[in-house]
């Protein structure tokens, strides 16, 4: 079982930057796969990036590559986000999941955060 908490969210001007944070809880954390992944209303969600249990594999959504950066640090059981260069498109709920692979389906994560806000103003 592994609970997350997202933060971090917020708004910001286009060509600007937010780390967005993950805290999970579970004693099981540092052997799951972990992904940010984001969703606007009417629209299904999307995968961002995602980063395997020892994190030394990373994938990313070709719309954000090269601009964000997913990392984490299992001893403080923390997933982060570092996203530079926001565009407007940017604009969605950002969420935390857990599962087993990294890997890009929603479908594929057992565990989710309640998502934090992040809007991106042109």
């Known amino acids: 079982q592994v609970e997350m908490v997202e933060s971090g969210g917020g708004l910001v001007q286009a060509g600007g930057s937010l780390r967005l944070s993950c805290a999970a809880s579970?004693?099981?954390?540092?052997?799951?796969?972990m992904a940010w992944f984001r969703q606007v209303p009417g629209k299904e969600r999307e995968f961002v990036a995602a980063i395997s249990w020892r994190g030394g594999n990373a994938v990313y959504a070709d719309s954000v590559k090269g601009r964000f950066t997913i990392s984490r640090d299992n001893a403080k059981n923390m997933v982060y986000l570092q996203m530079n260069s926001l565009k407007p498109e940017d604009t969605a709920v950002y969420y935390c999941?857990?599962?087993?692979?990294?890997?890009?389906?929603?479908?594929?994560?057992?565990?989710w955060g309640q998502g934090t806000q992040v809007t991106v103003s042109s």
């Open positions: 579970g004693r099981d954390f540092s052997s799951h796969a």
């Open positions: 999941a857990a599962g087993r692979m990294a890997v890009t389906l929603t479908r594929d994560y057992d565990y």
